[in-house]
């Protein structure tokens, strides 16, 4: 067989699995004859097409185009989908160095990743912070990155960043004919998050307050109803500023979120508050837990360690509603695909808002209903019970009068509510050890030892339990509001008025 083998090249870079990074070895071979190139590996349409981008770069930073060879650029492992253009960049340079225009003297400590543009210069990509995450894990020292993701990748400590805006400056750094200039984290300078919405703007609705406040310091899951304009969505909005800051740990888990999907932004890398997201009800099935053809994460994996608002909740398709019932129950929602299955964390605080029926005025004093039994029932029906009961508390808002809405607002500020959810969860995280279990989460034999009753409030919950017909999940729940409640109010065991508080958020939701 005529012609000669030219010597392998190889350059490491990575591959995204869900909110993980991969390593990723990109292989350049080349052999004499056809002029030809060829991608393997399992790459998806846009790393196919990196070809085209990769040699107009080549051609137009001054580099030689190997047009006499045969290419065969290999990623791996074979097993895994490649997908997205931040490939561009290590082929690029694989071919550089497999046609012996350059000596590369940092292939084996460093990962590489960028989008090429025609004219070499380099475009920002989406999961840089995984990048880093992985070089940090894989013990490697550097991380080379467009210009843009610099700082997103240089949040990671330990790691030192490579931020090179074309094609020529990554070569000339690779090479060692130009000084690198790292980005480093000494140390994430990082705000405290500022309450824009205040809960003291809320006027009167006292009851509801309690009951978020009550969610809030245990992670409990949230229903409210209630006609329009009576508040639900205004309460739900100022939660996030009465819930603790995210640590560090908590921070990272939620940026990594963000960046695989190409939305981290400059505010989430400068303040710990947590996510609030609210997606219209029209929003689809993959929207909300997500998947689409690249398996990206939904709205309830944005929300990851924040809020997930879901007003007008009967208004969403009943396969949505359907779908929460997994990362309710479970913290984390699986996607399956022909090749893969993808795990992506959502411990979210679910608060949800809803109209008592379609036109919303069936509990108004003064406006009459104008919705027939038929409709309300099957408006009300889209809620089933699986899903109820994966609310810990459920509360009625009425509508405010005229003089409430007239008056001045008097209540607390959310810093004052946020002091007492904020020592409620240290008083959780002394009992179970970890900053990352509420009492929500509780499963029945943490339920029976950080919850014992005496012999009174035992007999006073059995009363309760059959007067209003319980089932064991409900009784459950009640028992964990109850428990937070407890720690709100610093008791170390529950009390007869801590089941008496957490029974009025239970509410039957069945119209005729």
Do not use: W
């Amino acid at each position: 067989m005529s012609g000669a083998i030219i010597m392998l090249s190889k350059i490491y870079s990575v591959a995204f699995c869900g909110v993980d990074a991969v390593l990723i070895e990109i292989e350049v071979d080349s052999r004499n004859g056809l002029a030809g190139q060829t991608i393997v590996g399992l790459p998806d349409t846009a790393v196919k097409e990196s070809k085209e981008r990769v040699f107009s770069a080549l051609k137009n930073s001054d580099y030689s185009i190997p047009y006499n060879k045969y290419i065969t650029i290999n990623l791996a492992p074979a097993n895994i989908k490649k997908i997205g253009a931040l490939y561009d960049l290590p082929i690029a340079i694989g071919i550089l160095q497999n046609s012996n225009q350059v000596k590369l003297v940092l292939d084996s400590e460093i990962l590489v990743v960028g989008e090429l543009s025609l004219s070499g210069q380099l475009k920002p990509i989406n999961g840089a912070l995984l990048v880093s995450i992985l070089a940090k894990e894989q013990g490697l020292r550097y991380v080379m990155v467009p210009e843009a993701n610099a700082k997103e990748a240089a949040f990671i400590e330990g790691v030192t960043v490579i931020a090179v805006k074309t094609l020529r400056d990554a070569v000339d750094v690779l090479t060692g004919n130009k000084v690198i200039n790292g980005v480093v984290n000494n140390g994430n300078s990082v705000k405290k998050n500022t309450i824009i919405e205040d809960f003291k703007e809320v006027k009167s609705q006292t009851f509801a307050k309690r009951a978020i406040e009550i969610a809030a310091a245990g992670g409990h899951n949230i229903l409210m109803i209630g006609p329009p304009g009576c508040g639900k969505s205004m309460l739900a909005k100022r939660i996030p500023g009465i819930l603790p800051m995210l640590n560090e740990q908590e921070m990272i888990d939620v940026i990594k979120i963000y960046s695989v999907v190409g939305k981290l932004t400059g505010r989430l890398l400068q303040n710990r508050e947590r996510p609030f997201r609210s997606p219209h009800h029209t929003i689809s099935y993959a929207g909300m837990v997500g998947g689409t053809s690249n398996a990206r994460p939904g709205e309830v994996s944005l929300a990851h360690r924040g809020v997930l608002f879901l007003d007008e909740f009967l208004e969403f398709d009943r396969s949505v509603l359907e779908a929460l019932r997994q990362p309710m129950e479970d913290d984390e929602i699986h996607i399956s695909r022909a090749l893969n299955s993808y795990t992506y964390p959502a411990s979210v605080m679910v608060v949800a808002s809803a109209n008592p029926c379609p036109c919303g005025y069936l509990s108004h004093q003064s406006i009459p209903c104008r919705c027939n039994p038929v409709s309300r029932r099957n408006y009300v029906q889209k809620l089933s019970g699986p899903i109820i009961d994966r609310f810990d508390l459920l509360v009625e808002l009425s509508p405010l009068n005229k003089d409430e809405i007239l008056s001045l607002p008097d209540g607390e500020t959310s810093k004052q509510i946020q002091k007492r959810v904020v020592r409620a969860r240290e008083v959780q995280s002394s009992r179970f050890f970890n900053d990352n279990i509420l009492n929500s989460k509780m499963n029945p034999t943490e339920l029976d030892k950080y919850c014992p009753l005496d012999a009174n409030t035992k007999n006073f919950l059995a009363n309760a339990v059959q007067k209003l017909n319980l089932s064991a999940r409900r009784v459950h729940k009640i028992i964990k509001v109850a428990r937070t409640i407890a720690d709100i109010e610093g008791l170390k065991t529950i009390q007869v008025e801590n089941i008496l508080e957490a029974l009025q958020y239970k509410l039957d939701i069945h119209y005729e």
